[in-house]
């Protein structure tokens, strides 16, 4: 089975502060994502990365950055919290072979910035 | 840009009655479709997906969905829901051109009552 952790379930930070969600899989998938869920919103896809060191921006980048430095793992960085950042975050892996297309999500982090 | 409509944000149902969530995306171009289901506190799991061939797809936990191209659609139906199938429901589209990178509808959340 495919596994997708995420480093924290709950995570409270405060404004200003720079934040780091770390994501692993560990089915040697070549893609990665970064969501945020809002309710009535669906996922917003942040950033997603197609290799190691590529990224390239979602739909809501903004305020956020991403690094993946190995393939199993993709970070998301809040350079500065702030409490409109307060949501779900939910990373996610696919791989590119195989026609599966469906991605694998980790448990989710749920972030409070006060 | 891909966007997803899930018509109902919440639909409440009685156990063993059937249900339908309704699904509709806006491309006329090649699409791939999945429906998600997120349980409390928990991330995604895929419930069930089209990519081609019969229109009538079937999912785990006795789920299916019909795509169908000239209405843009691809509504999810169980015949006779448990207390288990309290849930929320998300539909997901990619351009077959896009790859791996998936558009959410907002969600339906479904509380079965007993």
């Known amino acids: 089975d495919v596994k997708v952790t995420q480093s924290s379930r709950y995570l409270v930070k405060r404004t200003g502060e720079k934040v780091f969600l770390e994501c692993v899989q560990d089915?040697?998938?070549?893609?990665m994502f970064w969501y945020r869920q809002d309710p009535g919103l669906g996922l917003r896809l942040i950033y997603f990365?197609?290799?190691?060191?590529?990224?390239e921006k979602g739909d809501i980048p903004e305020g956020y950055s991403v690094s993946r430095e190995k393939k199993e793992r993709f970070s998301l960085i809040l350079e500065s919290a702030s409490t409109n950042q307060t949501s779900m975050y939910l990373c996610?892996?696919?791989?590119?072979?195989?026609?599966?297309?469906?991605?694998?999500f980790g448990p989710g982090t749920r972030l409070t910035v006060t | 840009a891909q966007s997803v409509t899930q018509l109902d944000s919440q639909v409440p149902v009685f156990e063993e009655a059937p249900v339908e969530l309704r699904c509709n995306y806006s491309?006329?171009?090649?699409?791939?479709l999945f429906w998600y289901v997120q349980y409390p506190n928990q991330g995604l799991q895929l419930l069930l997906k089209y990519l081609s061939g019969s229109t009538l797809v079937k999912g785990i936990n006795g789920f299916e969905a019909e795509f169908n191209k000239s209405q843009t659609s691809f509504h999810l139906r169980k015949p006779s829901v448990h207390i288990s199938d309290t849930a929320e429901y998300f539909c997901a589209v990619s351009d077959k051109a896009a790859g791996n990178k998936l558009t959410f509808g907002g969600g339906t959340r479904v509380l079965v009552k007993p």
């Open positions: 996610a892996s696919s791989s590119q072979t195989g026609g599966k297309y469906e991605q694998y």
């Open positions: 491309s006329s171009v090649s699409v791939y």
């Open positions: 990365s197609y290799d190691v060191k590529m990224k």
């Open positions: 089915m040697d998938h070549e893609n």
